[in-house]
């Protein structure tokens, strides 16, 4: 077994989602079973949400990990949901993004709060292992914010 399912508190809840205007979405579709098919609790929407429609539903649904897919610059709205996931105390949930980022624009992702970055050709055991580790970190946090409450 492996080390996180261990110490999970419940299972990972994901949100795979698109922001922006790219409707593209046959690989979130794909990630979203994968994640579905290792156990994971997947909360899939339709693409072209908005900003404030994903901080609505991370929150709603108590999501850990919103996975992000972006094929034609939508990648570049992100640092903006960062800061409004921080500003509306969501801070502990964790973001991935994965599709087409330019490589010279993934450290722009990574320095404005995103976790990883998954390109084209990234092995689905690697997204799994990636989510799970990164959700244990999340439920964590959530536990410590709300033991100190």
């Known amino acids: 077994m492996h080390e996180s399912e261990v110490q999970?508190?419940?299972p990972p809840r994901v949100l795979i989602t698109k922001i922006g205007l790219d409707g593209h979405d046959r690989?979130?579709?794909i990630v979203a079973a994968y994640l579905r098919d290792a156990g994971m609790e997947v909360i899939y929407t339709p693409p072209w949400q908005t900003?404030?429609?994903v901080v609505g539903i991370s929150r709603q649904e108590?999501?850990?990990i919103i996975g992000l897919s972006s094929l034609a610059t939508d990648h570049l709205i992100i640092p903006e949901l960062m800061t409004t996931l921080t500003n509306e105390g969501l801070d502990a949930v964790r973001v991935v993004v994965g599709?087409?980022?330019p490589q010279n624009e993934i450290q722009k992702l990574l320095d404005s709060g995103v976790s990883k970055v998954f390109g084209p050709g990234t092995l689905r055991e690697e997204i799994i292992d990636n989510v799970k580790s990164l959700a244990l970190s999340?439920?964590?946090l959530k536990r410590?914010?709300?033991?100190e409450a």
């Open 99 to 101: 599709g087409i980022i």
């Open 138 to 140: 999340a439920q964590k």
């Open 62 to 64: 108590d999501i850990d």
């Open 8 to 10: 999970m508190e419940s």
């Open 27 to 29: 690989g979130s579709r």
């Open 51 to 53: 900003i404030d429609a």
């Open 144 to 147: 410590q914010k709300w033991e």
